[in-house]
Nanobody, 119 residues
Framework: QVQLEESGGGSVETGGSLTLSCETS????????MGWYRQAPGKQRELVAV???????NYGDSVKGRFTISRDYAGNPVYLQMNSLKPEDTAVYLC?????????????WGQGTQVTVSS
């Protein structure tokens, strides 16, 4: 079973920066992709950024040019550098990892970390 440990959330003012990290542990697994999603009160969960095992990245339109996803050489942990933060970035940020444990696919979520941006 894969466990996720998130860290780095907090409160900042508009224009500030934060870095989130997500590290997996647990049973041996082949990770296909890791990423971050966010969910604000009353809104649907949305993609923030994802990075595949091959290093390809994809970003949500609202964060392009401001956020950068990266990973350690070994692929774990994954970091999300968030710059030029705006109040609309306020949300719970959830780490997601997808892959295979043996031949069994998995899609695991962290508990989330709160990011609050004040105007």
């Amino acid at each position: 079973q894969v466990q996720l440990e998130e860290s780095g959330g907090g409160s900042v003012e508009t224009g500030g920066s934060l870095t989130l990290s997500c590290e997996t542990s647990g049973s041996a697994a082949r990770i296909i992709a890791m990423g971050w999603y966010r969910q604000a009160p009353g809104k649907q969960r949305e993609l923030v950024a994802v990075i595949t095992s091959g290093g390809s990245t994809n970003y949500g339109d609202s964060v392009k040019g401001r956020f950068t996803i990266s990973r350690d050489y070994a692929g774990n942990p994954v970091y999300l550098q968030m710059n030029s933060l705006k109040p609309e970035d306020t949300a719970v940020y959830l780490c997601n990892v997808r892959g295979y444990s043996g031949s069994v696919p998995f899609d695991a979520w962290g508990q989330g970390t709160q990011v609050t941006v004040s105007s």
